[in-house]
């Protein structure tokens, strides 16, 4: 019995941890946890069981109880015969202040994780920059927003018969995952994913054909609960891919971009979202975002990017602005202001984006008197972490870095900045006790230059 591919953390809570793992065949394993990194002492109700089987593809996530918040804990993984299965022996994660404690946050984000296209020595450069800086930095969890892996051949090989779909995405996933470099982090941070259209087919969603009953769009579904959606928060069921979390007095809602996406239903249908996605953000937003005083909008896509007319453009139906999602994109931004005007609690909402192959900061400022409050809601975005970066958007040049929300203007987005280098996110929550109020500084790790820093 030996392990495949894992360990990963998932989603924490102040008493609670998902933690996943790939074995390389059946049985029943086990997971211990402790508060110490060498005494045998358990925690009370370790050991937890995980039945590794083939109909998931040999992986498993097993949750275990924690008995504190806040506090460092070691785990170990064994096998049906009693002895580990982590090469290195005990790894260690932190989970979550209780909820609603007032607190300073520190987490990374990244998306575009296709080392394959780079570079052979560089491949991994920049998990091994996040490894140094994330010890430095004391750095909570990592958010994983899209194109954990890239699926475009599997999907073409699936199509021409040449391969099983199942299993054909199961070896995509063990092909990009299965490095040192990529489980140091993973085994060790908290890391919360959601899928964009690389983990089906590039553009999935935005092609004539493309639904939730194509049969190779289940297959990836299937494998994607398997690797990364089993081990992230179900609060909207366990069919949903969209989900929330919080750290402290610091919200996040992920929206899920890809699984529903459909452009041969009508605009009152939601293509983007899809109706049942509406309803359950809706009312997140509107009944549970004021519980947290700094709320994160997590977007595969960022909401702010290409202009409409360059959306239009077919190549591009993959953004916001493009014709047919532009009601979800003004919908969900109008939600945004407000929530954030009609709280007296939550005083920020910030986008995180990924997708694009370049790191921005965006602004979104809305003119309208019911948003007089609070009129800005800003936009950061990291991609690609290991993919090539695309270089100078020609879009931004023919049509500008202004992105009409509305059809008023008075509601407008705008790229402020734009990084063409390989980057990791850091976004840094502070936490002023005496004023009682947070700070969010948005740092973006380039490769070969020195860290960029955006405070809001
Ligand atoms: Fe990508």
């Avoid at 296209?117 to 991994?124: E, G, N």
């Amino acid at each position: 019995m030996a392990l495949q591919l894992g360990p990963i953390v998932g989603e924490v809570t102040h008493s609670s941890a998902k933690i996943w793992f790939r074995a390389d065949a059946e049985g029943t394993h086990t997971c211990h946890v402790f508060t110490d990194s060498t005494s045998p002492t358990e925690v009370p109700g370790s050991p937890w069981q995980a039945v590794v089987s083939q109909p998931t593809g040999h992986t498993a996530t097993v949750q275990v109880a924690l008995p504190n918040a806040d506090q460092l804990y070691y785990y170990d993984i064994r096998g049906p015969g009693g002895s580990t299965i982590l090469p290195g022996g005990r790894l260690s994660f932190k989970n979550t202040p209780a909820p609603g404690t007032p607190t300073s946050l520190t987490f990374a984000f990244v998306s575009c994780h296709k080392p394959f296209a780079y570079d052979a020595a560089k491949r991994f450069l920049m998990w091994d920059q996040m490894e140094a800086v994330f010890k430095d930095k004391n750095i909570r969890f990592l958010l994983m927003i899209g194109d954990q892996i890239y699926g475009d051949d599997c999907f073409k090989k699936v199509s021409r018969g040449e391969q099983p779909a199942v299993e054909g995405y199961r070896e995509v996933y063990q092909q990009y995952w299965g490095h040192a470099s990529v489980m140091k982090i993973l085994g060790r941070y908290p890391t919360y994913m959601i899928w964009d259209d690389h983990e089906i087919r590039d553009g999935w969603g935005s092609q004539g054909g493309d639904s939730e009953e194509h049969t190779i769009f289940k297959a990836a579904r299937q494998v994607y609960h398997e690797f990364q959606h089993g081990h992230n928060p179900m609060n909207f069921g366990p069919e949903a891919q969209h989900y929330a979390f919080g750290f402290g007095q610091v919200g996040f809602l992920v929206l899920d971009l890809r699984g529903h996406r459909d452009m041969s239903r009508n605009m009152d249908e939601r293509p983007l979202l899809g109706t049942k996605q509406w309803e359950d953000i809706t009312d997140w937003l509107t009944n549970r975002a004021q519980n947290y005083r700094v709320l994160f909008i997590v977007c595969s896509v960022p909401i702010v990017h290409a202009p409409p007319g360059a959306a239009d453009v077919s190549p591009l139906m993959d953004h916001w602005s493009y014709m047919k999602i532009r009601p979800e994109q003004e919908a969900l931004v109008r939600l945004l202001f407000k929530v954030m005007n009609e709280s007296d609690n939550l005083r920020q909402i910030v986008v995180l984006g990924g997708n694009v192959h370049e790191g921005t900061v965006a602004e979104i400022r809305s003119y309208l008197q019911e948003h007089n409050k609070r009129r800005r809601i800003y936009q950061f975005t990291s991609s690609p972490i290991a993919n090539e970066p695309v270089g100078a958007y020609s879009f931004f040049i023919t049509f500008g870095k202004t992105v009409r929300i509305d059809g008023n203007d008075e509601i407008i987005g705008k790229i402020l900045e734009e990084f063409p280098e390989r980057n990791f996110g850091l976004v840094h929550v502070n936490y002023d006790s005496g004023a009682d109020s947070y700070r969010v500084v948005f740092e973006l790790y380039r490769e070969g230059k020195s860290p960029y820093t955006f405070s809001t």
